[in-house]
């Protein structure tokens, strides 16, 4: 449903609004309008949100911010790295999080282990059998 809604959205004149709105506010600060552009990735959508922007500018649909002309090499550099630097840290958290349930879904799946997975609620501790609200749960 998310790749769904990404591919509306990108290219869409709810998007280009969107864009220009963030140029607006961002006084034309890249990092900015990518952090609040929805869907915007650096590595994916960087050029085509700033070919966007050069095409507003050009038919005087938005002014001409220096943050975003002269955008030194340095800042778009940092940016990039940033950005591949997060991609990177994903993909580890992501097969992380694979190779776990892959360990784990044999153990869940064994009857004499899986109640040692996921503990049970206990409402018999005295301060919960003497609530009234709870008193009546205790005595199943």
Known sequence: MLEEDKKAYQGSAEERGDI????????????????????????????????????????????????????????????????????????????????KKAVCAPVASHPGLASYLVPKPSLSHPSLVSHPGLASRTQA
């Open 20 to 99: 220009a709105k963030a140029y607006t506010q961002a006084k034309g600060d890249l990092n900015s309008i990518l952090d609040s552009v929805l869907h915007a990735a650096v590595l994916d959508d960087e050029d085509r949100i700033t070919a966007i922007i050069h095409d507003l500018i050009a038919t005087d649909q938005l002014p001409p911010y220096d943050a975003f002309l002269k955008e030194s090499k340095a800042k778009r550099a940092m940016r990039h790295k940033r950005a591949a630097a997060e991609a990177a840290e994903a993909e580890a958290a992501l097969k992380k999080r694979k190779d």
